[in-house]
């Protein structure tokens, strides 16, 4: 069976989005600042339909979060768009425009039913209401033997960690302080299910933690 692969970059306090998170702000006040670390890499630069840039310890990292992935799931606020129920003309259709990144099918775990979003580049993003679990499910069969890859944001992560259905998890440890906003691990627990840390990368801006299942 394909693999629940989950990444995400967080402050060292805990923080994956800072306050005050809104449409024209989604990451919230200071939330883009975990990021800093791969806006400069080549290997983003280009998945973004974007030129130049540079490598570092950070792009092998990056580049094995893009093998062998397949299918990709994620929650209604890494999509983009009010809460609530979708607007039946000019539905919003999310942060990552005309050719989103993923070039996959996407699978937006979501209470608004909502027919699928076609998109440039191979990307369709279809929306599931039934649960974690479903979604999880569709994106394997979508994934064709390949591995899925949660995108979050962190409510969805949560989800997932709580329920024990992710295989591997990679953090961006980011060195700064948000001081508030959306923690990763708030009612988690503290039962990892079964993950560990097997490997630490230290980059320019950044620190690599990778756990797995053993």
Do not use: C
């Not at 969805?156 to 990679?170: E, F, I, K, N, S």
């Not at 990763?184 to 097997?198: K, R, Y």
């Amino acid at each position: 069976m394909s693999r629940l692969r989950f990444r995400i970059s967080m402050s060292l306090d805990g923080y994956v989005a800072g306050p005050n998170q809104s449409v024209e702000n989604p990451l919230g006040v200071g939330g883009m600042r975990v990021h800093e670390w791969v806006f400069p890499l080549e290997i983003f630069r280009r998945t973004h339909g974007l030129e130049g840039g540079v490598a570092n310890e950070s792009t092998p990292v990056v580049e094995e979060w893009l093998e062998s992935v397949g299918a990709t799931v994620m929650g209604r606020n890494m999509f983009g768009g009010h809460p609530g129920p979708w607007k039946a003309e000019q539905p919003w259709n999310g942060w990552w425009g005309d050719d989103p990144p993923f070039h996959h099918p996407v699978f937006v775990l979501t209470h608004y039913p909502r027919e699928p979003l076609v998109m440039k580049g191979g990307t369709t993003f279809t929306f599931v209401t039934d649960g974690i679990e479903a979604a999880l499910a569709a994106a394997r069969r979508a994934a064709g033997g390949k591995d899925v890859g949660l995108g979050g944001g962190a409510s969805a992560a949560r989800q997932y960690l709580a329920a024990g259905l992710v295989d591997q998890m990679d953090i961006s440890l980011a060195p700064v302080l948000l001081g508030s906003g959306e923690r990763l691990f708030d009612g988690v627990g503290d039962d990892l299910h079964g993950l560990a840390l097997v490997r630490t990368v230290v980059a320019p801006g950044v620190v690599h933690l990778r756990l797995a299942r053993s």
